[in-house]
């Protein structure tokens, strides 16, 4: 997924936003797969453990025991047809996750070659927040920033000021 880019700006966004809410030691599921971030959490100190690849949409399991801190999720709800399942099914106090943003000038992210990569969900801030208080959780902090591209044209200059990421840290209720 990352062969030929690398989100260096989300990633030392995220990361931030994660340290500024969880300390190090702790105990992180990160939903999906072992990825870059991952790998960056570990490196920072964190104790994390990915999915493995099972369906989220309708296995639980990984998520339903209380052995770990935080639970995160960078770039996971919007692939999933029913995130409020999930949501409502996680056993850890807190929640670190992020989201990109819907944008008004450009359609949902569909990958014609890979059937996981791809948006069901083009969540806009409100309607997340929404989610998250619904499956019970209080969000506590939350940051949104926007993502430059270099090419010409009008999106890219939209893309100069328009929020893409949307991160927000939660508690269980």
Same mark, same amino acid.
């Given at each position: ?11 030392? #966004?995220?990361?931030?936003? =994660?340290?500024?809410? +969880? ?13 870059? @971030? ?9 104790? &994390? ?10 296995? @639980?399991?990984? &998520? ?5 801190? &935080? ?8 692939? =999933?047809?029913?995130?409020?399942? +999930? ?15 819907? =944008? ?23 309607? @997340? ?14 940051? #949104? ?15 100069? @000021? ?10 269980? +209720?």
């Amino acid at each position: 997924m990352y062969e030929n880019t690398y989100p260096e700006k989300r990633f030392n #966004k995220t990361l931030a936003f =994660l340290q500024k809410h +969880i300390p190090q030691p702790a105990k992180i599921l990160d939903l999906g797969v072992s990825n870059p @971030f991952s790998e960056i959490m570990k490196a920072e100190g964190y104790e &994390v453990q990915n999915t493995t690849g099972e369906d989220l949409d309708d296995d @639980f399991h990984a &998520v339903q025991t209380g052995e770990y801190d &935080v639970v995160t999720a960078f770039e996971i709800f919007e692939h =999933l047809l029913a995130p409020y399942n +999930i949501l409502k099914e996680i056993q850890a106090e807190k929640l670190v996750t992020s989201i990109p943003l819907k =944008l008004w000038f450009s359609p949902a992210y569909r990958s014609k070659s890979d059937k996981w990569d791809r948006h069901y969900h083009e969540f806009e801030d409100w309607q @997340f927040n929404w989610l998250l208080e619904k499956s019970g959780w209080q969000i506590k902090d939350s940051i #949104k920033w926007a993502h430059p591209v270099k090419k010409l044209g009008i999106r890219p200059i939209l893309r100069n @000021f328009t929020p893409r990421y949307y991160a927000v840290y939660a508690e269980k +209720i």
